[in-house]
């Protein structure tokens, strides 16, 4: 049988083919270990501001009720569970859509 052989000018060894496939199978599972790291980066909660999901509209959409029916800014703040300033940053959104045609 014959052996195939390759020259690796870069490290300047020869390697036969038994050994080219141990070394690919070892980068297959250290590529798998790093998918697994990026996913884990890619579906963390990320800090600051979230985006507008579900939550963030329930939140708005109740502010909005709240606000048109005289509440203050605290109790609407106490009712959703969230800080004055979030409730005021909903106040301007709300403003500024008042303002569109």
Do not use: C
């Not at 049988?1 to 050994?19: F, Q, S």
């Not at 909660?45 to 999901?53: A, I, P, V, W, Y």
């Not at 569970?81 to 979030?86: A, D, H, I, M």
Request: net charge positive; aromatic share 12%.
């Amino acid at each position: 049988m014959k052996m195939a052989y390759w020259r690796n000018i870069k490290m300047d060894k020869v390697i036969n083919i038994e050994e080219a496939l141990k070394r690919i199978e070892e980068l297959e599972k250290e590529n798998a270990k790093l998918r697994e790291e990026l996913e884990y980066y890619r579906n963390r909660k990320l800090s600051g501001r979230q985006k507008h999901n579900a939550k963030w509209m329930a939140i708005y959409n109740d502010f909005v009720v709240g606000y048109e029916s005289g509440m203050t800014m605290v109790e609407i703040a106490k009712r959703n569970n969230v800080s004055e300033r979030t409730i005021y940053r909903y106040k301007t959104i709300f403003s500024w859509q008042e303002q569109r045609p």
